[in-house]
């Protein structure tokens, strides 16, 4: 028997030549990343995304320092350690006021692999998504050295998501996605809100572009487990932040 065609898993060669890095922001939220940082700076492949802003959520490391010397476009500072959804609203609004058309979302403590952003980008210039959202769940997907207990929480998020949203996706912590800037114009996604300061922001925005129609799309990437520090959350606060959105979209408490 003939084996069926294997899912390709990289861009083709075509679908690669759409992505124009003028139009790209590359945005990392980052909250002491030291020797971290500099990596993630440098391995964004500027053949694809033209620009990198990093916002250093009032670190005390010199992580801004380290970004800089890594060849970021912009470095921007919080006065106050504010969260990674106050991170990455300001990086987007930056990316937003710079002219740029999209955005691709990296983790700043190393655990993305920048090489795999033409996955995420190119459905985006080849007009078949709005947002994609990267998936270690997917086939195509790694997630090397994870530890036991993140394995577990990570496949039981995309369950609570499911039931609040409808919608069957396999991976939504994964902080590497990209989307069409143009969505911040649509008024029924508010990321100004001041309770999307923390780990709140990244799952309403996925919520609010499902149930506003968009066209959403999981690309599988690597979600790599190293042993310099991979997460800063406190499961129990944190893990409610991760949740509340869901909650509070479904229920109709906010907006
Ligand atoms: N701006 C900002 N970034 C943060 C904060 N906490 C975490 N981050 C960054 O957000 C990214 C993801 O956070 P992390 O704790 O690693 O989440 P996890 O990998 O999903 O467990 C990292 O680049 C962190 O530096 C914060 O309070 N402010
Ligand atoms: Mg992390």
Known sequence: MCPPHPVPLDPSADSLALIDPRRVAVVVPAWNEAGKIGDVVRKVPRRYAGTVIVVDDCSSDGTDAEARAAGAESVLRHGVNRGVGAGI???????????????????GDDQHEPEELPRILAPLFAGEAD??????????????????????LTRIYPWLFRLASGFPITDGT????????????DPRIQLSQDWLD???????????AIRARYRVREAPVTVRYHTRGTTKIRL??????LV????????GLRH
């Not at 947002?131 to 577990?152: C, E, K, M, N």
């Not at 129990?236 to 932040?241: C, P």
């Open 174 to 185: 994964n902080g590497m996605r990209a989307f069409r800037l143009s969505l911040l114009d």
């Open 244 to 251: 509340r959105p869901l909650l509070y979209l479904r229920l």
């Open 198 to 208: 923390r780990y709140e922001l990244e799952p309403y925005l996925l919520m609010q």
């Open 131 to 152: 947002l994609v959202q990267g998936s270690r769940w997917l086939p195509g997907g790694a997630t090397p050295g994870i530890p036991p207990d993140r394995r577990w």
């Open 236 to 241: 129990l606060q944190d893990g409610w932040r």
């Open 89 to 107: 609203r300001s990086g987007l609004f930056e990316a937003r006021r710079l002219g740029l058309e999209y955005a691709a979302i990296l983790s």
